[in-house]
């Protein structure tokens, strides 16, 4: 009786555990504005597609009542370190606020039983590297998990 107990709770459990495991799907936390040390920060929403090691998807930053949406593509390493480009803004209506520049995102794809995160640091993408101008900060991102009640 008690082997079968286990074994039906080591099947629920894989199947939960399953579900947090995926990289596709929905993303959301915080995006920060600055060096390390930074306490501005503003909500972000990334929805990620995977096929392969490649990686599509759209970024959703949240200023006051304005969103700013990019599309992003990237890889995933084997060492669970994502690359992500934003190349293209998605104009959703003609005043539609558009930034001065795109992002680069590196993140570190943390898979675990309490969930997965992706955290990192983005940066402006720009033609001089070392330019002292260059806008940059840090990601924070919990995966969306369908909640039942």
């Known amino acids: 009786m008690s082997r079968s107990l286990l074994l ?6 894989s199947i939960t ?4 495991l995926e990289l596709e799907g929905l993303w959301e936390g915080t995006i ?3 060096g390390i040390e930074s306490t501005k920060g503003l909500p972000l929403k990334m929805y990620l597609l995977k096929s392969g090691r490649n990686i ?3 970024t959703y930053i949240f200023i006051n009542d304005r969103v ?4 992003v593509e ?3 390493y084997q060492d669970l370190s994502v690359d992500l480009k934003q190349f293209n803004f998605i104009k ?3 005043d539609a606020y558009i930034p001065p520049f795109l992002r680069k995102f590196q993140l570190s794809w943390n898979r675990g039983i309490n969930g997965s995160s992706l955290n990192g640091y983005w940066q402006e993408i720009v033609t001089e590297i070392f330019d002292p101008k260059r ?3 840090r990601v924070y991102l919990r995966k969306v998990t369908n909640q039942r009640a």
């Open 56 to 58: 599509t998807g759209r």
């Open 8 to 13: 039906i709770i080591a099947i629920f459990t």
């Open 74 to 76: 990237g890889y995933l």
């Open 32 to 34: 920060m504005i600055g």
């Open 17 to 20: 555990l399953s579900a947090q």
């Open 92 to 94: 959703t209506s003609d």
């Open 68 to 71: 700013i949406e990019a599309e």
């Open 135 to 137: 806008q940059r900060g």
